[in-house]
Structure formats: structure tokens, C-alpha cells
């Protein structure tokens, strides 16, 4: 069974850059579909962004889009997440997700696709 950690978190300024990362061990990493989801203070768990086992292709939420980019390294077994003009309502605890199934453009969105969950990693933007 896969385990996820996630790591990168801090206290950044507007428009600042962070990069998240995703350490995967205990299982097959290429078996997996991959996610970002977040948490905001008071809110609910919301979807970030995805992609497929081999990669090949990546989905975002519309809030993230054009600012953040997800990928995976097969031989590092993690998954990042490059975020760039970040926001105040950026702040959350980012979350790593994992499934063996097949994601689509609609299941990708939903936490109940995915049955492996990291601590999460804390993301504060000032503004």
C-alpha cells in the first residue's frame, strides 16, 4: 500500500513562488493516479490538481489554472507542485492523493476517487 508525505510548505508573500512535493514509497508509483487537493481554514477539501499514471495528462481547478503545474518523476517517485503568482487565498494545507483507477476528467475531481491521502503541508500567502 502506498504512503505519501508531502513536503514544501511555508510562509511566502503574494506573488511569490513555492514548490510542493509528493514522496510516494510501498507501492508501485507508475500504478497510480496522482492529486493535489487543499484545505482552507473553515472550508472544505477542495480539488487542485491532477494527472494520470503515465503523466500524460494533467487537469486544474479553474482557480489554479495558468499559476500552477503538476508533474510526476517516476524515478523519484514523487509528484510536485510548482506554483507561481500565489495568493492569499491560496493559503491552505495541500494535500497529496493516490488511486489505482483510471481518472477522468470528472472523477479527478472527486476526493472519493482517491484511497491514499499524505499529512498535507501547510501554504500560507500573505498578502
Known amino acids: 500500500q502506498v504512503q505519501l508525505v508531502e513536503s514544501g510548505g511555508g510562509l511566502v508573500q503574494a506573488r511569490d513562488s513555492l514548490n510542493l512535493s509528493c514522496k510516494a514509497s510501498?507501492?508501485?508509483?507508475?500504478?497510480?493516479?496522482m492529486g493535489w487537493f487543499r484545505q482552507a481554514p473553515g472550508k472544505e477539501r477542495e480539488f487542485v490538481a491532477g494527472l494520470t499514471k503515465s503523466g500524460g495528462i494533467t487537469y486544474y481547478a479553474d482557480s489554479v489554472k495558468g499559476r500552477f503545474t503538476i508533474s510526476r518523476d517516476s524515478a523519484k517517485n514523487t509528484v510536485e507542485l510548482q506554483m507561481i503568482s500565489l495568493k492569499p487565498e491560496d493559503t491552505a494545507v495541500y494535500h497529496c492523493a493516490a488511486t489505482l483507477t483510471w481518472t477522468t476528467m470528472a472523477t479527478v475531481r472527486q476526493e472519493t476517487t482517491y484511497n491514499h491521502w499524505g499529512q498535507g503541508t501547510r501554504v500560507t500567502v500573505s498578502s
Open positions: 510501498g507501492g508501485s508509483f507508475g500504478s497510480y493516479s
